[in-house]
Each structure stands twice: as C-alpha cells, then as structure tokens.
C-alpha cells in the first residue's frame, strides 16, 4: 500500500474552495487514490476515491495527476462543517488495507 | 440506509477489567472490520472478517484482544484484561466485499483507568 503525504493543517475561508493536496510518488497502477474526513468525535466518513480519472460527486472533485505521483481533493464551497481531518489513502482494493497517516487538519473560518 | 451501528458510545473501566463492543454492519455487507485509534493519530486496523472468516487478524494482540462475527452479521470484539494502553476509539466499518468502498461506525470510546 502506497505511502502518502500531506500537509498537517490547513485554513480556508467559508464559501471559498479548499484545495487539499496529497503526494503518493509510490503508488501502484492498481491502488486507488481513496479520501476519508473525520470530524470530531465521529467515525471516519467517506468522501470519493479514483484510480487515474479526475472524479466528482456530491461532495468533492478528485484531481489526480496524469502520473499519479499527486492529487487534489477539491471542496469547491466550503462551510463551517466541512473543518475535519483529511486523509488521503493509497488503496489496493484486491485484498489491501485502508493504512490511515496523519492527514491534514482542515479549519475552516468564517 | 442504515448506517454501521456500534455500541456503546462511550465506556469508562478499570485496568485488568473486560469490556465488549458490539457492532451491526449495514445491511448486505459482507465484510466487516475493526480499528482502534489512539489519540492524535489515524485509525489501525485490528481485525478484518469475510462473512463469518477472518481474513486479516495480524494486528489484534490476541493475548488480550478477541473478536467474532458468528451468523456473518453482527460482531463483538472483546478486550480481556484491560490495559492502560487500550485507551482509544474502537472504530467498526462495514463494505459489500473486499474490493468495496468501506463505510464506517461512530465508534465507541474506551477509557481505561
């Protein structure tokens, strides 16, 4: 399972995009790039994942880069409920492990 | 859809006690998992089951640490005795299978004393 890096904390300001970067330079080509959020005092909750395509549902967008060494989870309006923990997870869905890091510590002000 | 249930929430013991958590995964999954995440960091996965099999067991200190999944649905993971270290959220996730995306419970904090 790849390791994965990201910046520890982070601010953003209310209504505006959030931009959380991730570099996984050992990923595999068959290990998904998986994002989890983990507000206090709650259980991890799931948020997207992609393999080599960009992705977007109803929460974020996923940008992976073409050599998939990084990528971006995009919160495009973000409110005061989307302050959390991010992590971002290299993932081989045949059998591998969701290995959390630290992730990044998103607070976002008003 | 129901979420993943787990209960209790919150459960305060002495070391050298025991202490049970229960987990319901959602409906139709067949895999079930168990974390623990000590303060400040990620979750770790303890134990990992297919239907009523283990898949993944490696990281569950089996000296102390126990856990079934009997009928395939419900689980219980036990922990006996107790340790100052044991300190933590026991976090369940529930997916369809092993290649699913896995969802999770709110956890259950354990203070041991």
């Known amino acids: 399972d790849a390791k994965t890096t990201q910046p520890p904390s982070m601010d953003c300001a209310e209504g505006r995009a959030a931009n959380l970067p991730c570099n996984h330079s050992?990923?595999?080509?068959?290990?998904?790039v998986y994002w989890y959020r983990q507000i206090h005092s709650q259980g991890p909750q799931y948020i997207i994942h992609?393999?080599?395509n960009n992705e977007t549902n109803e929460m974020a967008s996923l940008i992976i880069t073409e050599d998939r060494k990084s990528s971006t989870l995009i919160l495009p309006h973000a409110t005061l409920r989307d302050t959390a923990v991010y992590y971002c997870?290299?993932?081989?869905?045949?059998?591998?492990?969701?290995?959390f890091g630290q992730g990044t510590e998103l607070s976002v002000k008003p | 859809e129901a979420g993943v249930a787990q209960s209790p929430r919150y459960k305060i013991i002495e070391k050298r006690q025991s202490v049970a958590f229960w987990c319901n995964p959602i409906?139709?999954?067949?895999?079930l998992y168990w974390y623990q995440q000590i303060l400040g960091q990620g979750p770790k996965l303890l134990i990992q089951?297919?239907?009523?099999?283990?898949?993944?067991d490696s990281q569950l200190p089996k000296d102390r640490f126990s856990a079934e999944r009997l009928k395939g649905v419900d689980s219980t993971l036990k922990i006996q005795p107790a340790k100052l270290e044991d300190s933590a959220v026991y976090l369940c996730?529930?997916?369809?299978?092993?290649?699913?995306?896995?969802?999770f419970g709110p956890g259950t904090r354990l203070t041991v004393l």
């Open positions: 996730a529930s997916s369809l299978g092993l290649q699913y995306t896995q969802y």
């Open positions: 050992t990923i595999s080509g068959n290990e998904y």
């Open positions: 992609g393999l080599k």
């Open positions: 997870i290299g993932y081989y869905n045949q059998g591998g492990k969701l290995i």
């Open positions: 409906s139709g999954h067949a895999t």
């Open positions: 089951f297919q239907n009523n099999g283990v898949v993944d």
